[in-house]
């Protein structure tokens, strides 16, 4: 590499020297002293709201940036739920092989019952259009049987 004349070439530091130390410092003083550079510019450069203290005459900045708005809580279930543990089916009798079990107090989306209305249709999983069943017992706030659609036995999904 060409330098200037009379100029003495660029040695690197030797490991351990104290060349090496000092420009080791001098490299992390210059990063710590730009990432400073870089939050006091950041700092400057949002928008200050300032509040004057009428008696002492004493203006003060105030912090302009609003906390974000937390998310509205979720309204609670009212829709239909497990009245106690019970077993999901696969078809509306307790002849029929046990898909699960649900916990007392589990969510359901209903979407029909049996043809005699003892048995309530329930999704395997929100928004599926697999179902299991329920005895009609093991169910509250469901609408009446009688206002659900007929739901065929499926043995396999269609």
Known sequence: MAGLPGALPARPPVAG??????????????????????????????????????????????????????????????????????????GPSDDYVVLGVLPRGAKLEVVGASEDGLWIAVAVA???????????ADVTGAPDAASLPIKPVRLLPE
């Open 126 to 136: 929100p928004g599926s259009s697999l179902y299991g069943w329920l005895k009609g």
């Open 17 to 90: 020297s104290a060349g090496a130390t000092v420009s080791g410092w001098l490299l992390r003083l210059s990063v710590l002293l730009g990432a400073a550079a870089l939050v006091a510019l950041y700092l400057l450069s949002s928008p200050a709201a300032t509040t004057a203290d009428p008696e002492s005459g004493v203006t003060r900045a105030t912090n302009a940036v609003e906390p974000p708005a937390s998310a509205p809580a979720p309204a609670p279930w009212t829709g239909p739920r497990a009245a106690r543990t019970a077993d999901l089916r696969l």
